[in-house]
């Protein structure tokens, strides 16, 4: 059974950082992209950040850019999202996802992903 469980969610104040972390069992996924979305309260699912198959190409949604950094481990069958300078706005559940087809770019479009974590909750406070 593949699962995607998502940890290091929590309560942070604004300027605050948290490392989201993403733990993949059941396949590996180290030929796939991966990426982290969120969704706020009263809000559709935006995407985040994505990175490649390889981790060479990363990209970011312009929210979040210069604050947030997405990397993978290979080894650890895994994804990280190292998120600085928080903010209220960020303040949502955040998913982790992989996406259906291998060696792919990390699209932002989240209908190209099959394997979607839980999620896990980030409340930024002012």
């Known amino acids: 059974q593949v699962q995607l469980v998502e940890s290091g969610g929590g309560l942070v104040q604004a300027g605050g950082s948290l490392r989201l972390s993403c733990a993949a069992s059941?396949?590996?996924?180290?030929?796939?992209?991966m990426a982290w979305f969120r969704q706020a309260p009263g809000k559709e699912r935006e995407f985040v950040a994505a990175?490649?198959?390889?981790?060479?190409?990363?990209n970011y949604v312009d929210s979040v850019k210069g604050r947030c950094t997405i990397s993978r481990d290979k080894a650890k069958n895994s994804v990280y999202l190292q998120m600085n300078s928080l903010k209220p706005d960020d303040t949502a559940v955040y998913y982790c996802?992989?996406?259906?087809?291998?060696?792919?770019?990390?699209?932002?479009?989240?209908?190209?992903?099959?394997?979607w974590g839980r999620g896990t909750q980030v409340t930024v406070s002012s």
């Open positions: 990175i490649s198959w390889s981790g060479g190409v990363t």
């Open positions: 059941g396949r590996t996924f180290s030929s796939y992209a």
């Open positions: 996802a992989a996406e259906s087809k291998p060696y792919g770019w990390g699209s932002v479009n989240e209908d190209e992903y099959v394997y």
